[in-house]
């Protein structure tokens, strides 16, 4: 391969890139669902994790409203002992419907 097609990126500027990958697939993984959490795991880069979600919830709205209803008709508040966690599982829940198109 000739070197002189490979552009030369500098340790800080590596070392920065790798820095806002993490936090920014940090953030990815704070900010959804364990199950779809799961879904996205195997990637190594944020933008594949992000590729991945707009896949999950744009890709095909009556099977991530099937998930979704799924999801609420088997939770209980058994498994979730507090209610406050319980009710914000349901609200969340809903908010994912509502985005899907479901009323």
């Known amino acids: 391969m000739n070197e002189n097609l490979v552009p030369h ?9 790798k820095m806002k990958n993490e936090l920014t697939t940090s953030m990815i ?4 669902l364990d199950d779809v959490l799961l879904m996205i795991s195997s990637s ?7 590729d991945k979600l707009k896949q999950i919830y744009l890709g095909s709205k009556f099977l991530r409203r099937f998930t979704i209803l799924q999801n609420l008709l088997q939770s209980h ?3 979730d002992k507090n209610g406050a966690i319980y009710l914000n599982k349901i609200i969340d829940l809903k908010t994912q419907l509502v985005a899907c198109g479901y009323n």
């Open 29 to 32: 993984y704070h900010a959804i």
């Open 77 to 79: 508040q058994g498994e």
């Open 44 to 50: 190594t880069l944020a933008k594949e994790d992000w």
């Open 9 to 17: 990126i500098d340790e800080n500027t590596l070392e920065a890139y």
